[in-house]
């Protein structure tokens, strides 16, 4: 079996499994008609618990997700897997009537109404019963993992953030804190913000569609799934002792030692491609990343406009001013994995880096 464990803890380092997690969304919404179907549903549900239920017989993966920080994340994962089966599901059979000259079921129920008191009131009432019968037993069963009160003299390894923090947390390790800290969470919060005010669609209101807005929908999961829960189960699982990556059936070993040689873009262009010193001025040094930064998003938003006919149509249907702002938001995202994707392929630590001024890319 070793053999086969060590194979599986191959696929699970970082590049395939990023690559990995892209695929399945991608084949998650070419397949949705397939997969959302309720005995395939079923089989997905079995088969995910049945790998589950065989991984907790290695010691080592037992030790990691029976800690009483990391049992919530499974349920999280089957509590974003199941409500994502229920909305495509709903998605689909309505799609599947809009395209018959059907209304959607939603359309065919508006008529119903529900009383606040005692219909829904009541159901709330149960609801919290029930959840709070859940967290006491929970409790009861886990306890709270507090460790010793906090001192300078020693430090958890791995030293991990709050599960809802973690993503967050590995966005730091691929850029400064300024811009995972500050820039991205503020630019995600006002990305939210101006969705109704970019996507101006008014169809799907008040009823479950995928075919009607893809725009709006492909890209809001692609940062949920793939840039968040994603990367919150990759720390948690994955990032062990001094935040180095262990497959799923490793051992956590304190000592293990990776090599990691991280250059810069100034390094890889005046030492490595011209065989030079590096330059003493830092503007000088950095040109060639400022210069890449100044093609992503300046000269490629147009390039890929007179490219690509798709964008071509939604420049026209949504003016110069909500498309230059979507397809902008579009990058800065796209950024996130593309450093990641640097790293773990290259090694490439910052696009600019300017420690005279503590700013780096």
Not at 300 to 314: E, I, W
Request: overall charge neutral; hydrophobic content about 50%; proline content about 8%.
């Amino acid at each position: 079996m070793q053999p086969i464990l060590d194979f599986i803890d191959g696929l699970f380092q970082p590049q395939f499994y990023f690559a990995g997690s892209v695929v399945a969304f991608w084949a998650m919404i070419r397949y949705r008609e397939q997969w959302t179907e309720p005995k395939n549903a079923l089989r997905l549900l079995v088969g995910l618990t049945g790998v589950l239920g065989l991984s907790l017989f290695n010691d080592h993966f037992r030790e990691i997700a029976g800690t009483p920080d990391n049992i919530p994340i499974f349920l999280m994962v089957y509590c974003v897997g199941f409500f994502l089966w229920l909305s495509f599901r709903q998605a689909v059979v309505n799609d599947r009537r809009i395209s018959t000259g059907q209304p959607p079921v939603e359309k065919e129920t508006s008529d119903q109404k529900v009383y606040v008191w005692p219909d829904l009131v009541f159901i709330e009432f149960i609801a919290t019963i029930i959840g709070g019968a859940f967290l006491i037993l929970w409790s009861l069963k886990y306890h709270a993992p507090l460790e010793m009160p906090a001192t300078p003299t020693w430090s958890p390894n791995p030293a991990k953030a709050p599960w809802y923090f973690l993503g967050l947390q590995e966005m730091l390790v691929y850029f400064d804190p300024w811009l995972a800290g500050v820039v991205f969470p503020g630019t995600i919060v006002m990305g939210l913000i101006a969705i109704p005010f970019i996507d101006r669609n008014p169809k799907g209101n008040g009823y479950y569609t995928y075919n009607d807005r893809k725009l709006a929908i492909t890209p809001f999961l692609f940062g949920f799934l793939i840039l968040w829960v994603s990367l919150v189960f990759m720390g948690t699982f994955l990032r062990g002792p001094n935040w180095n990556f262990f497959g799923p059936f490793e051992f956590w070993d304190p000592h293990k030692v990776v090599v990691l040689n991280n250059v810069n873009i100034s390094e890889y262009f005046w030492v490595k491609l011209l065989g030079m010193g590096l330059p003493h001025f830092w503007l000088l040094r950095e040109l060639p990343g400022f210069l890449m930064i100044g093609f992503y998003l300046g000269v490629l938003p147009p390039l890929l406009t007179m490219r690509v006919a798709f964008l071509q149509d939604l420049l026209k249907k949504m003016g110069f001013i909500r498309y230059g702002i979507l397809l902008n938001l579009a990058l800065l995202m796209a950024s996130l994995p593309m450093k990641m994707l640097l790293r773990w392929l290259f090694n490439l630590k910052y696009i600019v880096s300017i420690p005279e001024f503590f700013f780096n890319i």
